[in-house]
């Protein structure tokens, strides 16, 4: 049965040997505590977050759906990310074996984007917030790099328009949720190790049993 309450967060020495280890789950955990330490230290009046929900200004999170009754008492960055795709960019990708054990050490790069999408009531304040996030990941992107996962972040940046009204949350009485997607793509190494062997296949067998379907007259 898989523990479905395990933490995401891994053994870094032990990710290659962990199946559900997922490398853009952990950069965008990484992404949403940058925006939420940096709108940490936004004084109280220009979107400050704090973890209390009664005390935030603003709301920050990898989670879906948003509401009307939340988005009346502040704005909302909804962090995540695009597809995924390895750039294989060595032949096999294989960096090294390890002598000890002859097990196959391989590496990559994977490419993403992170999407902010910078949700409000208003056109004006939405732009203003993706503006603020693209900025600071732009001034910001040599911190990132050192203190984070990433190889490279914040160099093509991004700036949507305002989407259409209607488009994220439909309200007939009083408008709808405005949003502007700031998409900044990043780029991760990622290591993994091959057992050796990988595959065992000697005890795999096969059978299969002949069934007779029987009419109902009994021939």
């Not at 009346?72 to 390895?86: F, K, L, T």
């Amino acid at each position: 049965m898989i523990n479905i309450t395990k933490p995401l967060d891994f053994d870094p020495k032990n990710r290659e040997y962990d199946p559900f280890y997922d490398p853009v789950a952990h950069s965008m955990r990484v992404l949403i505590g940058f925006l939420q330490g940096l709108f940490g230290y936004c004084e109280h009046g220009s979107y400050k977050w704090s973890p209390s929900l009664e005390d935030t200004e603003i709301t920050i999170t990898g989670q879906y759906p948003l509401t009307l009754e939340s988005l009346s008492r502040r704005p909302a960055i909804v962090c995540v990310n695009s597809q995924a795709a390895y750039l294989n960019t060595s032949m096999n990708n294989l960096e090294t074996i390890n002598i000890s054990t002859g097990n196959k050490v391989h590496r990559d790069i994977i490419s993403c984007n992170a999407v902010f999408n910078c949700v409000s009531r208003t056109g004006l304040e939405a732009s203003r917030i993706a503006w603020f996030v693209a900025s600071n990941i732009k001034s910001l992107q040599v911190f990132l790099q050192r203190s984070g996962p990433f190889t490279r972040i914040g160099h093509d940046v991004t700036i949507g328009g305002e989407s259409s009204p209607g488009g994220i949350l439909p309200d007939v009485v009083d408008g709808s949720a405005i949003n502007v997607q700031v998409i900044v793509p990043f780029f991760i190494p990622h290591k993994w190790e091959v057992r050796n062997p990988s595959f065992k296949n000697d005890d795999i067998q096969l059978k299969v049993d002949a069934v007779t379907k029987i009419n109902s007259k009994g021939d």
